[in-house]
């Protein structure tokens, strides 16, 4: 199972009753416990450890990191994060044909990305042919002359073609959020920034007769579901390792972390505590920029 994609043990949202599963795992005569996901899946090992320590049982429960947004604190990176910015570099690879091929032709592509935007920098840089990244750690004005059409534009004027690259969670200031709407585990279920987007540039240029050629892809799950890549082949076996030594050496409510080069045992209420999230100072974010050559800041104060 190890070289197909997707989840065999299945996924799910909402809230489980922690008392009852906590009975199951006695029932069964279960003494280590793997709950690999994302904060979500490490709040709920938290839970189950607390009951299991209120019970005064002898069953260590492990966290594995595992999202493709990369965004759990005190963690380098989860597993799945590269094979997922790695199937999105060869869509963004042939959105750019697209673009380019057109007359002022614009790549929209809109990745995975809810509040930090890991994968869409990382893209970027793999293919070196992204024009603008929209991550949600940083704002932008969609009008005015610092806005992001206006920006736009000028690069359509110079060059005749753009890709952009948007996060999911990238601009929902944008929207009206007078309603808010959750899923089943209580996120905040974000607006389709995508679509937002694509109309928007056809609205503007089509008002200011602009003649232009937009392509809207969104990929979404397609890069959740591939099959690992090599190196996070590696990963995963490293990590399934220090999960094990550390269960059986009675360690417990930790996630198995990665800092450094170095795999470390991170409390889990330390790991959910706060999102990890782009560092707008930091050598990652810096590279985009010169990357892509988009503004600093695309608003307008």
Known sequence: IHL?????????RGNQNIEEMVDTLEILNINILFCIGGDGTLRGAHAIAGEIEKRKLRIAVCGIPKTIDNDIDLVQKSFG?????????????????????????IALVKLMGRDSGFIAASAALAIQEVNFVLVPEIPFDIHGPRGFLNVLRKRLEERHHAVVVVAEGAGQDLFDNSVIERDA??????????????????QEFSSQGFPHSIKYID????IRSAP??????????????????????GKTDFVVGYWNDQFTLVPIPMAVAKRKKIDL????WWNV???????VSMKNQ
Not at 81 to 101: K, L
Not at 192 to 201: M, N, S, T
Not at 289 to 295: F, H, M, R, S
């Open 228 to 249: 690992a890549n090599a190196n996070d082949s590696k990963f995963c076996n490293l990590l399934a390792q220090n999960a094990v030594h550390a269960a059986v050496a």
């Open 81 to 105: 994060f590269e094979t997922a910015f790695s199937i999105a570099n060869d869509i963004i690879r042939n959105a750019h044909n697209e673009a380019y091929g057109a007359n002022n032709g």
């Open 185 to 202: 585990s209580g996120n905040i279920k974000h607006k389709d920034i995508g679509v937002f987007l694509k109309e928007k540039i056809k």
């Open 219 to 222: 990929p979404s799950y397609i």
């Open 4 to 12: 197909s994609g997707g989840t065999f043990l299945g996924t799910s």
């Open 289 to 295: 920029l010169e990357a892509t050559g988009q503004p």
């Open 281 to 284: 100072n930091g050598e990652l």
